[in-house]
């Protein structure tokens, strides 16, 4: 079987890149990170679809591509669709017959980033998962429009400033909350459903490693920090990635059957929210005496949830 | 590059469609299909980088080295194959054979200093020098081991 071995990083280090370099991502991008993390999960033949976001336009400069694997690319908020529809014709030449290695397993994939999952691509997503493919979706969550000079997206979160949503005399960036997409797509009744981040390198391949081999559409969404518009360095990607995790703001979780929640990661010291926001340049204007009361309604949210992930967790319902 | 495009504007089917002479919009056939290898492509998973048959199309065979400022330097002797590196590398450029971390791939790297900041060892087997820094120089000024400090 194709599923490789994620023991430790030493066996998961034998396997062969299928995600080759010089693509012109920024320096220090998680997106490529979690792509290659995927892509080295599996043995199997891939068929990836991407929407158009950072991920597309800078591993597709023609006339160049870095992917060994099929991959199609249509419109901004298509992926889903695409890789649907080839799912849907390996599905009907396999009972014709007319496939060159009938036997060969396929696993088909879709990356959007957030500002094509969360809002221009979420009603083909929403339709895919619904028509019950046999596919997964995997969002890279940088929460905003980075491709595109890191607009808001319904996925920036609450205080974030971006450049339609700024901070200044008048505001403290975005008023409103983050959408909650990994229980809408649990709502859908997906078979796997999980938030993953690139810093727990094994929650995460385990993660991907169940969503390809379970069948029927899963969803993960991946925690992708931007350096260029969090503003911060690049080599502390991981370090923002750690700070995230164990500050809570993105838990660790995942929900089978639309019910069955299970939290991954358990911080020893939970961090205080403050020493996440402080890390990057975008939550600079909330240390500000009259923005304060955000950071406070941040660490609220955030305790909040946790405490109703771990009561799901406890309750089976 | 302009061959390159050329030879991929092959494979949209202008030939077949009118040879050298330029088709109308019409005509032409949708989209474009850039091929990453040459021949079969079935096994690759199981090829290493050096055994498979790239294309002038893949990415492997461009490079981004002139993005970088400064450039990650590798020391064999302090190295412990964790291969955290190789996990956390934005931009394959980690060599690793055999679980035994090789070097680095200064064609695809592009000096975000990410290896050198998940590097466990003490002193760090990874560190950045100024991209002319040649490597026996910079292996020659590897700081020594840090105590703990009580």
């Known amino acids: 079987m194709a599923i490789t071995s994620i023991k430790n990083l030493k066996e998961f280090s034998t396997n062969n890149d299928r995600f080759e370099g010089a693509l012109t991502l920024c320096p220090g991008c998680a997106h490529s990170m979690i792509v290659r993390e995927l892509m080295n999960c599996t043995d199997d033949n891939l068929v990836i679809a991407s929407n158009t976001g950072c991920l597309e336009v800078s591993t597709a400069v023609y006339p160049f591509t870095s992917w060994d694997t099929s991959w199609i690319h249509i419109g901004f908020e298509n992926a889903a669709t695409a890789v649907t529809g080839a799912e849907a014709m390996h599905k009907a030449r396999k009972r014709k017959g007319t496939l060159k290695d009938n036997d060969a397993p396929v696993k088909f994939v879709a990356f959007g980033g957030d500002g094509s999952t969360f809002d221009i691509g979420f009603q083909w997503l929403s339709g895919a998962v619904e028509r019950g493919h046999d596919f997964t979706y995997i969002c890279l969550d940088n929460e905003n429009y980075a491709n595109t000079g890191g607009q808001r997206s319904s996925a920036t979160p609450i205080g974030a400033h971006t450049s339609t949503a700024q901070a200044g005399t008048h505001s403290y960036g975005k008023k409103q909350k983050k959408k909650d997409i990994v229980a809408i797509m649990a709502a859908h009744g997906a078979p796997y459903v999980a938030q993953l981040a690139p810093n727990k390198w094994k929650s995460m391949a385990k993660g991907f490693q169940k969503a390809l081999e379970t069948e029927g559409p899963c969803f993960i969404n991946t925690v992708s920090p931007c350096c260029t518009e969090w503003k911060f360095d690049p080599k502390d990607t991981i370090n923002i990635t750690d700070l995230a995790t164990d500050s809570l703001m993105f838990p660790i979780y995942e929900i089978i059957d639309g019910h069955e929640l299970n939290i991954l990661y358990r911080p020893k010291n939970v961090l205080k929210v403050e020493d996440y926001l402080a890390a990057q340049g975008r939550y600079k204007h909330l240390f500000k005496p009259e923005n304060r009361h955000v950071i406070d309604e941040i660490q609220k949210n955030i305790d909040e949830y946790w405490e109703m992930l771990q009561r799901r967790e406890e309750a089976r319902v | ?150």
């Not at chain 2, 054979?97 to 050198?116: A, P, T, W």
């Open chain 2, 1 to 150: 590059m302009q061959d390159l495009k050329l030879k991929a504007a092959d494979k949209r089917g202008i030939h077949q469609l009118g040879g050298d002479e330029l088709v109308g919009w019409d005509e032409v056939t949708q989209g474009i299909i850039l091929t990453s290898f040459e021949g079969d492509a079935s096994n690759v998973a199981h090829l290493k980088a050096e055994e498979r048959n790239y294309s002038d199309f893949n990415s492997y065979t461009a490079t981004v080295a002139s993005w970088r400022v400064q450039k990650p330097v590798f020391n064999i002797d302090v190295c412990i194959d964790c291969q955290n590196c190789w996990v956390w590398c934005p931009d394959t450029s980690i060599i690793s054979r055999d679980k035994q971390m090789l070097g680095i791939d200064y064609d695809h790297c592009k000096g975000c200093e990410v290896c050198v900041e998940v590097c466990p060892t003490n002193p760090k087997s990874l560190l950045m020098f100024n991209e002319q820094e040649d490597l026996e120089t910079a292996l020659s000024q590897w700081p020594e081991k840090k105590k703990k400090e009580k």
